[in-house]
């Protein structure tokens, strides 16, 4: 069974950092690009960072680069997201998701509220 499970979001003030995690399984976890998406209330879901299987390369959205930070264990088979200096805007569901030669599987998100 496929897993990919969030965590790590909340209620937080603007300027503060939160860190969000995605614990996988039932996949190969090291051969898999993973990335972050979001999906802001009333607007799209939206592609804000990629990291290759091995970690070597990211990829970021502008309105996040600088601020956010990709990260994998393959060991822990867990993708994270370090996110820095929050805005209001960064408000949404996050959620991860992974993507294979033949497979591509979604978290149930976590949600992140920046709000003073």
């Known amino acids: 069974q496929v897993l990919l499970v969030e965590s790590g979001g909340g209620l937080v003030q603007p300027g503060v950092s939160l860190r969000l995690s995605c614990a996988s399984s039932g996949f190969t976890f090291s051969t898999a690009t993973m990335r972050w998406y979001r999906r802001a209330p009333g607007k799209e879901r939206e592609l804000i960072a990629t990291?290759?299987?091995?970690?070597?390369?990211?990829v970021y959205v502008d309105s996040v680069k600088g601020r956010f930070t990709i990260s994998r264990d393959n060991a822990q088979m867990t993708v994270y997201m370090q996110m820095n200096s929050l805005k209001p805007e960064d408000t949404a569901v996050y959620y991860c998701?992974?993507?294979?030669?033949?497979?591509?599987?979604w978290g149930q998100g976590t949600q992140v509220t920046v709000s003073s």
């Open positions: 990291i290759t299987s091995t970690g070597d390369s990211t």
């Open positions: 998701n992974a993507i294979g030669r033949l497979y591509n599987h």
